[in-house]
């Protein structure tokens, strides 16, 4: 059994810049992030190979957000830079069964909120 814990969220001004943590226990898998704004369907945000090496990122976030991983601490990160207010959602981490060119999220995280002022 896989567990995915996440953390990092917050509260923080347009332009400025979080780091999500995902916890993952249960080996090493292709992970990726999602974010649930409210009443608004959950959407792909990031996900990143088993290896590390492989990357894939939502139109919406690339060249601002980079996912990466620490295989020492069994973690995965998400880096978000120039954060704007439509980035404001519940960011949830999952891991992947299946190949990364076509994953199963099959465990999930509790999610963390991060909410962006303008």
């Known amino acids: 059994q896989v567990k995915v814990v996440e953390s990092g969220g917050g509260l923080v001004q347009a332009g400025g810049s979080l780091r999500l943590s995902c916890a993952a226990s249960g080996g090493t898998l292709t992970m990726a992030w999602f974010r649930q704004a409210p009443g608004k369907e959950r959407k792909f945000v990031a996900r990143l190979s088993r290896n590390g090496v492989g990357t894939d990122y939502a139109d919406s976030v690339k060249d601002r957000f980079t996912i990466a991983r620490d295989s020492a601490k069994n973690t995965v990160y998400l880096q978000m830079n120039s954060l704007k207010p439509e980035d404001t959602a519940v960011y949830y981490c999952?891991?992947?069964?299946?190949?990364?060119?076509?994953?199963?999220?099959?465990?999930w995280g509790q999610g963390t909120q991060v909410t962006v002022s303008s």
């Open positions: 999952a891991a992947a069964e299946g190949s990364f060119s076509v994953p199963v999220y099959r465990y």
